[in-house]
């Protein structure tokens, strides 16, 4: 972006950020498909390692363009979904905890 006046600059991280709103359905469906996976998996721990990987990646993107509360929930996500791996995936408390998160993120998902 060297040599770019300040107007384009604002247009680029506009459309980015739009970019980034169109993905959030998608993003949301893959939450929720690694969460179905990890209920239904023998091995539980790949899928909660997918959900742990899509909430850090919430926490860190969404803030970049400024929706904190999705960013909070996407650290939440990230938290849940690793301690439920701790856990074993067999603590209800855990498992409570990744529900609450994947809903804290599903109500925190912005609108364009």
Known sequence: ????SR??????IEA??????????ERM???????????EAS??????RVLERLGHGLHGTAG?????????AGHELEGAAEALAQAGGDADGARRRVVAA???????LPTA
């Open 102 to 108: 994947i809903e804290q993120v599903r109500r925190s």
């Open 64 to 72: 970049t363009f400024g929706f904190h509360a999705l960013s909070a």
């Open 1 to 4: 972006m060297i040599g770019r």
């Open 16 to 25: 980015q950020r739009l970019d980034y709103l169109r993905g959030l359905p």
């Open 29 to 39: 469906g893959q939450i929720d498909a690694s969460w179905a996976a990890a209920l």
């Open 7 to 12: 107007a384009e600059l604002a247009q680029f």
């Open 43 to 48: 091995d539980f721990r790949e899928p909660l």
